[in-house]
């Protein structure tokens, strides 16, 4: 077999080969990275640098990601020819597994494939990797490294090894664009993705789009300058990335279908994506974005389209994100506030944290803004300016450029509506700033420090290519709303370039002012421009008047003025009416679940005689609140405010489910509740979360920190006769799933799940104040991932439409009911509204109803009333027994209904005489029985507390 050998021997000399000479590089230093995984815990996140500080090994410092696939971005510090990538990996157990790790370089405006290493699966032997790829020399500024992890990475350390490339510098070569006479758009794989990149150009400007990455643009080439304005941030990032700030949605996730067309004037792409989830999937986001002939100017038209399916009109905040500026120099921004231009600089690895971060703008005064590099080019960027919310850049320390971004008010889009918009890129050379872009003109007011009473200046224009000719009128106003005068005026008629027209202002006094310029073409203004400067050091306050008075919502508070959602109950459902009417009167309580869920209110209120007061909540870990339930509460902010106006009111019960005490509730919401609780009103939280040790309700609920268990499902146990679980049938409870804490809740443990030594708590009662509490473990679907939480009152065992164990769909029987039963007497006994009759078992023993069914009572009252004992089955027929205090029951039968027979519930019709005294047990025997749907044999009546009644007991 020489063949193979000769190939297998090639293979290795090229290997030693690559190895040798990666071996001969030195490790380039100075570089950043980036990514948008997120870390698996605070412990294991990067305060920066940590993957290039040197330190490699079990004992270094790991970063942990949770990403399938982890895709990292490596910038280098210059272009370097690039022989070898080494990741060192950890492996802390069998969870992490990794297929593969690849390496791909930047070249010709995409990532191209330079090689890669098989990863780790199976046993834990190995626990430390050194992954290491050597590859041909590859000239690039810029590596991605993807880690095909299962779920989870820990890389404690990466290192790049090449040279510096000869003749480094910001051009980018080997970009996918030609030289064109007139406009083109082409499609081609540039990433070997199987989904083909959309390349835009004309003689100006060349642009690609990667419809299947948000259909963001990656590259923005000014080939006058032969400048890449875009940087490539990874993912979805971008230029053009499509997203809302609320409700909080990235189109930029959704793959984005593409059209294209050309003529002999103009050539165009039109991108468009549908979102998910709620209102979100009924929205369509589209952007056609257009190159004329021989123009620099880049023209988006956008559309956001609510389909008349949605049958909502709906609010919305559109958001535009860009990476732009030119990578490996110094980068400055404008933004036209009614302060001036705002300006901030910044340059990968000398801006300082201090000055790094969030730069928000919200009184703006023009609809622009502009980045502009060291050497002159840069762009101009122009929006409508009556819908704008803010401007916003963000400067990240370890980042080349910083982001331009800008937002619009929240603007209501009725049903088959849309709203449209345009954006406007004008990129320019040889500016030497920017105080203005409007129409088809970026523009600058340039002058030195003023000298005696007057100043030299010049602006400075830049029409686009092909534009017609505009007049410029100079004047200048004093500040701050003193007297105005024209002091001149000049033409512009030279396209494609910076163009300089003197201005000379004199005959100024000492005095405060600022130099205006209106740019007119044909009588027409387009726009204006100003500049604050001062005569003899006199400082006044500068303002600029707004273009426009700006439309929509501008604050998500005001959501507040939108139409309220309030639970209602004109939908009836089948019930059994456990608790209606209650004696004394509806309990008053405040109700709070997961808003997705919010419908197992009204199921209780139908059972249950409450005057409930509800606010909306979610139980998801993120900011998204999207489609769900009320308007005016779109952030968890609004929903704390709404809590602390209803917590103005007192109550009689606080029923709270899922939700985190330290998350969802302000300290003032937390005080007010407690001060009720501890003042006699109930608490019943269902799967509580967040609290911490030392507050009163941690003494109340005695219960730490806890998550979901995803595995165990347990039954359900009575422990030991108590008003809340007598008479229940409990083998009749399906299986849930728990709460598992650190420190199980701890008090009078009424009920718990599992057996042996898998039991823990499932209700715990205990006293805080005057107040009774109740702690309930069971399963509502809440836990850490942002994108779960859908807390009910009842146990989940089903999720997103479909059952979380085969055997829940052969549950043929009436369960909810006895949950409801349930929830029912934890609420009379919580609030304190027991009545003093408890029915503590039902027996029904013969399914053949030859055997009178039992159903044992206890009172405490000794007055002369009447008492009724109501014995209801779903889908049978039903009756009552009336009892008089005093007298004992004289054979009462019940008898199986008729329509029992077709079905697993039964009922019984009858009456008969109650004889109590004080304290003693009372049997009403019948002829029918309860089984299934309806009432089973019930626990032994002996050990039972004081007297209850079972809640709706006449």
């Given at each position: ?19 040798a ?142 040279n ?95 059209e ?7 050539a ?15 929205m ?30 709906y ?15 110094t ?23 201090e ?19 060291g ?7 122009q929006?409508p ?44 050379v040889d ?40 007049r ?42 600022a ?5 007119t ?7 204006d ?28 508070e ?29 309990i ?28 909306k ?10 489609y ?84 165990g ?22 299986v ?21 030594d ?49 055997e ?45 069914a ?101």
């Amino acid at each position: 077999m020489p063949k193979p050998m000769s190939i297998f021997g090639t293979v290795i000399a090229l290997s030693a080969c690559l190895s040798a000479l990666a071996q001969d590089a030195p490790a380039l230093q100075q570089w950043t990275y980036h990514t948008d995984a997120y870390y698996l815990s605070d412990q294991y996140a990067d305060p920066g640098g940590r993957l290039n500080d040197g330190q490699v090994g079990a004992g270094a410092d790991k970063v942990i990601y949770r990403a399938s696939p982890l895709v990292m971005q490596i910038s280098l510090a210059e272009s370097a020819e690039v022989t070898r990538v080494v990741a060192h990996v950890h492996r802390h157990n069998g969870n992490y597994t990794l297929t593969d790790f690849r390496a791909r370089a930047l070249a010709g405006g995409h990532f191209e494939e330079m090689g890669s290493v098989p990863g780790f699966f199976g046993e834990v032997t190995q626990k430390d990797f050194e992954l290491a790829i050597d590859v041909a020399p590859t000239t690039t500024q810029r590596l991605q490294l993807v880690f095909s992890a299962g779920s989870i990475i820990s890389i404690s350390e990466i290192e790049v090894f090449g040279n510096a490339a000869a003749g480094a510098g910001t051009v980018q070569s080997d970009l996918p664009f030609a030289d064109v006479d007139r406009p083109t758009v082409s499609e081609k794989d540039l990433d070997g993705d199987g989904t083909a990149e959309i390349i835009l150009e004309n003689s100006k400007v060349g642009m690609v789009f990667y419809p299947a990455l948000g259909g963001v643009c990656k590259v923005l080439y000014d080939k006058r300058s032969e400048t890449d304005l875009a940087y490539d941030a990874g993912g979805d990032m971008g230029v053009l990335r499509d997203q809302l700030w609320d409700p909080k949605y990235f189109f930029s996730k959704r793959f984005y279908f593409a059209e294209t067309g050309s003529d002999d004037t103009s050539a165009w792409v039109k991108l468009s994506a549908t979102g998910e989830g709620g209102i979100l999937s009924f929205m369509q986001m589209t952007k056609r974005v257009s190159l004329g002939q021989g123009s620099e100017i880049i023209t988006a038209d956008y559309e956001l389209a609510n389909d008349p399916s949605s049958q909502t009109d709906y609010v919305f905040g559109m958001w535009w994100h860009n990476f732009l500026g030119v990578h490996g120099a110094t980068n400055t921004y404008y933004v036209p506030t009614v302060d001036g231009v705002a300006e901030v600089t910044h340059e990968m690895g000398v801006t300082s944290r201090e000055d790094a971060g969030d730069k928000w703008y919200y009184d703006l005064a023009r609809g622009w803004t502009a980045v502009r590099s060291g050497n002159g080019p840069g762009v101009a960027v122009q929006m409508p300016f009556k819908y704008l919310n803010c401007i916003y850049n963000w400067i990240g320390t370890s980042m080349p450029v910083a982001t331009v971004e800008w937002r619009f008010n929240r603007l209501e889009i009725a049903c088959g509506d849309m709203l449209k918009a345009q954006v406007r890129m004008i990129p320019f050379v040889d500016m030497p700033r920017v105080d203005g872009s409007f129409a088809d003109v970026v523009g600058a007011l340039v002058f030195d420090e003023p000298a005696g009473n007057g100043l030299d200046a010049r602006a400075v224009i830049t029409l686009a290519e092909g534009a017609e000719p505009v007049r410029l009128e100079f004047g200048w106003r004093t500040l701050p709303d003193g007297p105005s005068a024209t002091v001149g005026s000049g033409e512009v008629s030279e396209t494609g370039v910076a163009v300089e027209v003197p201005i000379e202002v004199g005959g100024l006094a000492a005095g405060a002012y600022a130099l205006t310029c209106t740019v007119t073409r044909d009588g027409e203004v387009l726009g204006d421009m100003e500049r604050p400067f001062s005569i003899g050091g006199v400082r006044a306050v500068y303002a600029r008047e707004p273009l426009e008075e700006r439309v929509g919502l501008a604050r998500t508070e005001d959501d507040e003025g939108l139409p309220r959602h309030e639970l209602s109950r004109e939908v009836v459902t089948p019930h059994v009416p456990w608790a209606t009417p209650l004696p004394g009167g509806p309990i008053k309580a405040l109700t709070l679940t997961g808003d997705q869920n919010c419908r197992e209110i009204v199921e209780l209120a139908q059972r249950l005689d409450m005057d409930f007061t509800y606010v909306k909540f979610r139980t998801h870990n993120s900011d998204q609140w999207l489609y769900q339930g009320d308007r005016s509460i779109p952030t968890l902010q609004h929903a704390q405010r709404r809590l602390a106006e209803k917590l103005a009111d007192e109550y009689d019960l606080f029923l709270i489910s899922g939700l985190e005490w330290d998350r969802h509730f302000t300290d003032a919401i937390r005080a007010r509740i407690i001060e009720q609780v501890e003042g006699g009103a109930g608490l019943i939280y269902i799967q509580p979360d967040g609290i911490k040790a030392g507050e009163p309700l941690a003494e109340a609920l005695r219960v730490s920190a806890g998550d979901r268990s995803f595995w165990g499902y347990y039954q359900w146990h009575p422990s030991g006769g108590h008003y809340l679980t007598d008479a229940l049938p409990w083998e009749l409870f399906p299986v849930t799933r728990r709460m598992d804490y650190e420190t199980q809740p701890a008090g009078e443990v009424i009920a718990t799940l599992g057996e042996g030594d898998k039991e823990q708590p499932l209700i715990v009662a205990n006293q805080l104040g005057e107040g009774r509490t109740l702690a309930m473990t069971w399963d509502v679907l809440t836990h850490t991932f942002p994108y779960r939480g859908y807390a009910g009152l009842t146990p989940s065992i089903s999720y997103r439409g479909g059952w979380l164990r085969p055997e829940f769909a052969e549950m043929t029987w009436h369960y909810w009911e006895y949950w409801y039963a349930l929830l029912a007497r934890s609420c009379t006994w919580a609030a304190q509204r027991t009545s003093p009759l408890d029915i503590v078992s039902v027996e029904a023993t013969d399914p053949a109803g030859e055997t009178p069914a039992q159903i044992t009572v206890r009172g405490a009252c000794t007055d002369e009333r009447t008492y009724t004992v109501r014995v209801t089955c779903p889908g049978a027929d039903a009756g009552a027994i009336g009892c008089r205090s005093g007298e004992r029951a004289r054979g009462a039968e019940l008898r199986r209904g008729d329509r029992s027979r077709r079905g697993r519930g039964v009922g019984g019709v009858g009456s008969g005489d109650l004889q109590q005294s004080a304290g003693g047990d009372h049997h009403v025997a019948g002829s029918g029985a309860a089984h299934g749907a309806g009432f089973v044999a019930g626990r032994p009546a002996n050990g039972r507390r004081e007297a209850r009644a079972e809640p709706g007991a006449e």
